[in-house]
């Protein structure tokens, strides 16, 4: 008979129990400690820990759960149902005409010019006006002292359009109007709110154009993102409307003449190199400080530009460095971003000696400038990080990344900003002149015009939650004295220089001789390897004991081959072909590269 084993008895020394509770202990010690350095974001709200098994109704509480999610999933698909049925309706109601209603045939739109901007400004029998649209937000970044000195008597009538002003507060946009009044050029504020139907203010601008035009053309010029081809869209519809000969033409934007466009050269690159060796010169003060200006003047029109994402940057620091020069309130961005006080970007006064040179001293405040620029940038992108959780291993603060989470809010349209003008109309009716106050009254009825998408200020905070970030003005923009042109523009080659990242470019049509050279050379390399093949297939054939390491013997190739093989291979150029390809998934077939 089996004996049965007696069952081993659970009782242990007291050495060997205490010896598991700590262990116990220092395992959970060691996974909270974790859990803190742990940068993983975890939700703080308590999972609903369900209905306990020893409550007495749990069966007939489930039910009831149960029972109430039935009814609403029923609800939302009878409510999806009625909104299909309504939207059917709509459509067929749309596409049946009412007696005595006719569609509009023609859709207002406005080509694009391509004459040159110094044919434009100068006298031109077509175009008899300019729209000059600026961005309300910051008119002081997108005007041009260059573009008034060089209109004549004879140029076109300039006239300024404030784009964009339902996104600034009524009190702001009389203001500039008001300052841009005072150049002695009509000022129309123009709105285009996403759900308005039509733009806001084009009418005005409209019945305005109207006599000076005649039949005429007006053509619509500004910086980039300034909003200029929903102007010229709005104002062809206006000139529509009233069945006017009008045409509205729409500019490619507005750059400098130093803007350098990509040219894919290798000489040009080689010379470049060989100039910034040659040019090595010490650091002057006045070298420095105009090197400063120029990457200043770059990121702030990049700021005021506000196109595309931004916080795709490649120095999202450089750009926060920038914008908190321009922030007039500092007090707005902590009351954003929950942030405590950061610094006041005043530098400390020069420690040098009296007798130390002007450029020492001048080359030791730039320094120190820049210096205290940077420690207060650093210590708000802290507060910053630490206030929306953008954390590290161990606590660090990820100041990169808050600085995109910024320029994201800023491009993203989170936040509200523009820039505070110099003028109040309090100051204007205490201290200004009889002309002074009527320009304000004029620049007041215009704003009143538009009154039913511009904001009071206290409305307009509203309605950005709070979210107000007051810019100190420029005086100048950073392209206020550069020589502007237009941007390339091609019609037809559009789509062809899209496909040139992706697919191989070819030579011009000068060049198409030596390609067919090119392509003789290659031919005759074809069939000199066909034979050659051909030869080695016949020696294998023939030599079946030798053994396959053995090498076997190629008759001698044309002499013209070989010459064409020996010579070094030619430079790699832009117009070289390279090995047929299947396009990745994006790109576009170019046919010249596949036939």
């Known amino acids: 008979m089996v004996r049965v084993k007696k069952r081993a008895s ?40 369900g209905i306990p098994n020893s409550f007495p109704f749990k069966e007939e509480l489930l039910n009831e759960i149960e029972q109430k999610r039935r009814v609403a999933a029923e609800e939302r698909m009878m409510r999806d149902d009625e909104e299909e049925e309504e939207e059917e309706g709509e459509e067929n109601e749309e596409g049946v005409p009412a007696p005595g209603f006719e569609e509009p045939l023609n859709l207002p739109f406005a080509p694009t010019l391509t004459t040159p901007l110094d044919d434009v400004l100068q006298s031109n029998k077509e175009i008899k006006a300019l729209v000059y649209v600026v961005d309300a937000r910051d008119p002081a970044s997108f005007q041009s002292a260059w573009l008034e000195e060089q209109l004549t008597k004879k140029s076109p009538a300039l006239v300024y359009v404030l784009s964009k002003a339902d996104l600034v507060p009524a009190e702001v946009l009389t203001a500039w109007v008001y300052r841009l009044l005072s150049s002695k050029r009509p000022v129309f504020p123009v ?35 300034a909003g200029k081809t929903s102007v010229a869209t709005a104002l062809q519809g206006a000139f529509q409307e009233d069945d006017g000969e009008e045409q509205v033409f729409d500019t490619p934007a507005l750059l400098s003449s130093k803007t350098t466009l990509p040219v894919d050269n290798d000489d040009d690159d080689e010379d470049e190199e060989d100039e910034e060796e040659e040019v090595e010169e010490e650091v002057t003060a006045l070298g420095e ?21 931004m916080q795709r940057f490649k120095d999202p620091y450089a750009l926060i460095r ?50 205290k620029a940077q420690a207060d940038t650093e210590q708000f992108l802290i507060g910053v990080a630490r206030s929306v959780g953008r954390l590290k291993r161990y606590g660090v603060p990820d100041i990169l990344s808050a600085a995109r989470g910024i320029l994201r809010d800023w491009s993203q349209a989170s936040i509200g900003y523009y820039a505070v003008p110099l003028d109040r109309q ?23 015009h538009v009154a039913s998408a511009v904001l009071p200020r206290k409305m307009w905070r509203q309605q950005w939650n709070g979210r107000e970030l007051r810019l100190k003005p420029l005086h100048e923009g950073p392209m206020a004295h550069d020589v502007l ?22 030579a011009d049509d000068d060049d198409e001789d030596e390609d067919e050279d ?33 090498d076997v013997p190629a008759p001698p190739p044309k002499p013209a081959a070989s010459k064409k093989r020996n010579a070094p291979p030619p430079k790699p150029a832009k117009s070289q072909k390279t090995a047929k390809r299947a396009p990745a998934p994006g790109e576009a077939y170019d046919l010249n590269a596949y036939f």
Do not use: C
């Open 10 to 49: 659970k009782r242990v020394s007291t050495k060997q129990r205490e010896k598991v509770h700590k262990k116990v202990r220092e395992h959970h010690r060691k996974q909270r400690r974790d859990a803190k350095k742990n940068p993983q974001w975890k939700s703080r709200r308590r999972e609903d820990p």
């Open 191 to 225: 709105a285009t709110p996403p759900s308005a139907a039509a733009a806001i203010g084009v009418d005005a601008l409209a019945a305005f154009l109207r006599p000076k035009v005649r039949g005429g053309a007006t053509a619509v010029i500004g910086l980039e993102n």
């Open 289 to 309: 400080l105009q090197r400063l200006e120029k990457e200043r003047a770059k990121l702030q029109w990049l700021l005021a530009r506000n196109q595309g994402n």
């Open 322 to 371: 920038t914008l908190l020069s321009r922030v007039a309130h500092p007090e707005d961005l902590m009351l954003i971003y929950g942030t405590p006080a950061f610094g006041s970007f005043v530098p400390a006064e020069a420690t040098l000696s009296d007798d130390a040179p002007v450029e020492e001293a001048v080359l030791e405040k730039l320094q120190r400038t820049e210096d």
């Open 426 to 448: 309090k100051l204007v009716e205490a201290n200004g002149t009889k002309a002074d106050k009527a320009r304000w009254a004029e620049a007041q009825g215009k704003v009143d």
């Open 485 to 506: 042109v237009f941007a390339p523009y091609e019609e037809e080659e559009e789509d062809e220089e899209d496909d040139d990242d992706d697919v191989p470019v070819y």
């Open 518 to 550: 090119d392509d003789d050379d290659d031919d005759d390399e074809e069939e000199v390897d066909d034979e050659i093949d051909d030869d080695l297939d016949d020696d294998d054939d023939d030599d079946d004991d030798l053994d396959d390491e053995e």
